[in-house]
């Protein structure tokens, strides 16, 4: 028969947030843990993926027999992602990339000025890092995404399924104290063709293994 859906299979992903330069100490971040990231890396790991975790600034030891690049910035994640596009099947971005970076870090330290009692910074857009890998010439054959919302999740994440170009996107909740930094997560998994499953709270290590599991189920049976 067949081989295990998973086995030899190469899935590139992206976790933890990123954070981007002030000065040399100082930086703008978010609250991503990189906990549900790293819990899919390894349970894909287990199931005979061959995985390449690119990962943000995160306190998280690496999963057993996956590969770990670290990056700090938006722009540093995006180029060690394009490094390895080539030959990936699958390519997973569960990382919570800032929108904005600034637009100039300051090469020494801010001092603030006796007085002075505002500062303003100026951001620019970042590069979309899963949207440019849906556009590239050497799209893997499975884009990816995640959808961290306050409201209106399940609309928001159709509406980013299509603007970004994805085959699938995970949706949870975020804020309330949902799942940044938690150890539980709950979640739906979208197709691009309309089939949507939910998948109530759970610790993330379960939640990353139902999501493989209906994942292989939905890739299976489809010819895509
Ligand atoms: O647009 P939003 O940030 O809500 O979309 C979330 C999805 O897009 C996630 O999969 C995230 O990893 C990805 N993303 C990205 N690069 C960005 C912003 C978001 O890859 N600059």
Redesign the pocket.
């Known amino acids: 028969g067949d081989p295990p859906f998973w086995v030899g299979k190469r899935v590139l992903m ?1 976790a933890g947030p990123t954070f981007e330069a002030v000065d040399p100490v100082r930086f703008i971040g978010n609250r991503s843990s990189g906990k549900m990231g790293f819990a899919l890396a390894e349970a894909l790991a287990q199931a005979g993926a061959q995985v390449t975790l690119i990962a943000g600034p995160v306190s998280l030891p690496t999963p057993p027999g996956v590969e770990r690049i670290d990056a700090e910035s ?1 722009e540093q994640m995006l180029e060690a992602v394009l490094a390895r596009l080539s030959d990936t099947d699958m390519f997973i ?7 904005w970076r600034v637009a100039k870090p300051a090469e020494q330290k801010l001092k603030k000025q006796s007085g002075q009692d505002s500062m303003t910074l100026e951001l620019v857009r ?6 440019t890998v849906a556009q590239h010439p050497e799209r893997p054959r499975w884009v990816v ?5 306050t409201d209106n999740l399940l609309e928001h994440a159709r509406e ?1 399924l299509q603007q ?1 170009g994805l085959d699938m ?1 995970v949706a949870n909740q975020v804020g309330d104290g949902r799942a940044f930094g938690q150890a539980d997560n709950e979640a739906w998994l979208l197709h691009r063709d309309g089939r949507e499953t939910h998948f109530p709270l759970r610790r993330k290590e379960a939640l990353a293994e139902a999501l493989i599991q209906t994942m292989e189920n939905w890739l299976n049976d489809s010819k895509d």
């Open positions: 992206t938006a971005s569960t990382a919570a990339v800032a929108d970042n590069p979309d890092i899963v949207a995404g995640f959808a961290a919302e980013k970004k996107i």
